[in-house]
C-alpha cells in the first residue's frame, strides 16, 4: 500500500518546498490553527530550521493531489529545537556529542473528507456506521501516509550518515508506530505543545526489528527501493500539481 497508492519525494527545489510549506499552512495554519495564518500572507508556513532540512512530500497516484509531508532537520543533538519545547534526558544527548543527528517534524496530511463507503449513505441519513466508517479509512490512510514519509526519511539519513532521529508527537501515535514494530524510545516527560506530547529517539539503522517479526508485508514493502523520488525529477509542469493539490 506505501507504493500503491502514494508516492513520495524528496523536494530538492524551490517548486517542491513551496509545495511542502502550503501543504503545512493548510494544515496548521488553516486547520488545526496552531500558527496565526497573519503571519504567513504568501499562505506558505516556514520557519528559521527549513534551510537546515530536508523536506519530504506524499501524493497520491489516483488524483495527482499532494497528500502530505514532513521535514528532517539536521544538526548536532543539542542544536535541535525539541531542545526548547521539551526536557530531553541529557545523557542521552551527550552521548551523540557532536555526531549529525535529525529530528523529524512538521508532519502533515490532508486526506478526502469522504470515501468510497461513505458515499454509499444516503445524504440524508449519515448513520453512525457510516461515520465510523470513514473515521477508520482516513486513520489507515494517514498511517501508511505517515510510514512512509518514515520510510523515505530514514533511506535519505542512511544515505548521509545520520543514524539517530529525534521526534515529540503524541501517545496515539506512538502506540501505532510501535504496533506496526517501529522501535522508539522515549527520552523525556510528556510536555503541553500543541497538545500532550513526549520525545522519543529512534535508531535508522536498528529500529526495525519488530516490525520484521509483527508486520512482515510492511517490513519488506519498507525494506524495498526506492524510498522516494526526487522531485527534481518529476516530468509534470509543478504549476499544474500546485493547482491540484488545491482542487
Known sequence: ?????????LADTDEGKSIHFQLRYHVYCLR????DPKFFPDKEERDQHDDSSAHFLVRSRTTGNWLGGMRLIVDQARNLPVNNIASIDTANIAALGTEKVAEASRLCAILPEKNRAQSNCSSGSRSLLCESTSRRYRALHASVITVGLIRAARTYSLEHGIVNCYFLINDPLARILRHLGMGINPVGDLCQHRGWRRPYHHNFETGYDQMERQSPELFESFCTPPAYERFSEIDQPVHEMALAMNA
Open 1 to 9: 500500500m506505501l507504493d500503491t497508492e502514494y508516492q513520495y519525494y
Open 32 to 35: 488545526e490553527r496552531f500558527e
